[in-house]
T-cell receptor, first 113, second 113 residues
């Protein structure tokens, strides 16, 4: 456990609406990641952050933006949600003090109708 | 590019059966290799890792050996239990400026009594 909390745990929204998912950590880890999990695709990296205000795109970043104004919070925003963004979203941190392991949050189930 | 391929399953085994889940990878350089496990309703957890060729990772009766010559990291367990039912992800970690972990599609395992 690395003190990761994702919110909300579940969300249902309509196409075209903005959605923000929050990842909060309590251990001051530098690296944070957002993944989406879909059947047949495993986990795919959306965006990641290597420090406050330092973020970069992953392999499936289109339609998503992120912000990291504080070390402990990493926000993922869907500016205008689409049905293809229905997925389970996982936040992860990389613990440099624990052999560089990735620790994952419990996930957010997002449904876009 | 870097990628991971693994058998997708689902795999169904009887309790105490032998388990093999195949994983092969493509990578530039010398990646670290991982197996993560996801129990129902939870995020992923690191099961084992290997950081260089011929290393064997092991944990909870599971083993995997980093084979550079065959670019493989197959997961094995001699006698599975019902509690091993989960989704297993093979992954590789690329040493770049900002380490990223690339996941395979996952293999669902069901163990029946």
């Amino acid at each position: 456990d690395a003190g990761i909390t994702q919110s909300p745990r579940h969300k249902v929204t309509e196409t075209g609406t903005p959605v923000t998912l929050r990842c909060h950590q309590t251990e001051n880890h530098r690296y944070m990641y957002w993944y989406r999990q879909d059947p047949g695709h495993g986990l795919r990296l959306i965006h990641y952050s290597y420090g406050v205000k330092d973020t970069d795109k992953g392999e499936v970043s289109d339609g998503y933006s992120v912000s990291r104004s504080k070390t402990e919070d990493f926000l993922l925003t869907l500016e205008s949600a689409t049905s293809s963004q229905t997925s389970v979203y996982f936040c992860a941190i990389r613990a440099a003090d624990r052999d560089e392991k990735l620790f994952f949050g419990s996930g957010t189930q997002l449904s876009v109708l | 590019g870097n990628s991971v391929t693994q058998m997708e399953g689902p795999v169904t085994l009887s309790e105490e059966a032998f388990l093999t889940i195949n994983c092969t990878y493509t990578a530039t350089g010398y990646p670290s290799l991982f197996w993560y496990v996801q129990y129902p309703g939870e995020g992923l957890q690191l099961l084992l890792k290997a950081t260089k060729a011929d290393d064997k990772g092991s944990n909870k009766g599971f083993e995997a050996t980093y084979r550079k010559e065959t670019t493989s990291f197959h997961l094995e367990k001699g006698s599975v239990q019902v509690s091993d039912s989960a989704v297993y992800f093979c992954a590789l970690g690329v040493k770049t400026s900002y380490d990223k972990v690339i996941f395979g599609p996952g293999t669902s395992l069901s163990v029946i009594p």
